[in-house]
């Protein structure tokens, strides 16, 4: 079974993500460093990839790109802390599929894109 690779700089953050995503069914692996997710990634069976932009060993820019250089093919949803920071057109230029901004209604805008882009076989 293919599973969520979770990547934050966040503890408090990636738990909340992991038993929201397992409540509905899905296998989530947490990760605090880019480097240990590029692993597990590397070794196929992951269908989506949630990462922060803002990660401790590498930005989530460089960690995206990472991905994109491999062709791993796997789809990208970006967690960002504000709307400011950047815009629609910069984080889709990146590759990623959708991004979620971490607050009180996370929850409603990750359901969808996680349904929409998590690939099962």
Known sequence: ???????????????LVQKFLTQQGY??????LAKEALEIISGGQVGLVLTGLSLPDME??????RIMDYS???PI???TSTES???DDELIDLGIKGWVIKSGTWQG???PLVHQHFVAD
């Not at 296998?27 to 605090?32: D, I, Q, Y």
């Not at 989530?60 to 790109?65: A, K, L, N, R, S």
């Open 1 to 15: 079974m293919k599973s969520i690779i979770h990547v934050d700089n966040s503890g408090f953050f990636r738990k």
């Open 27 to 32: 296998v989530v692996e947490s990760f605090n």
């Open 60 to 65: 989530g820019e460089e960690f995206i790109q």
């Open 72 to 74: 791993f093919n796997i």
């Open 77 to 79: 949803v970006a967690f």
């Open 85 to 87: 920071t950047r815009t």
């Open 109 to 111: 805008m990750l359901l």
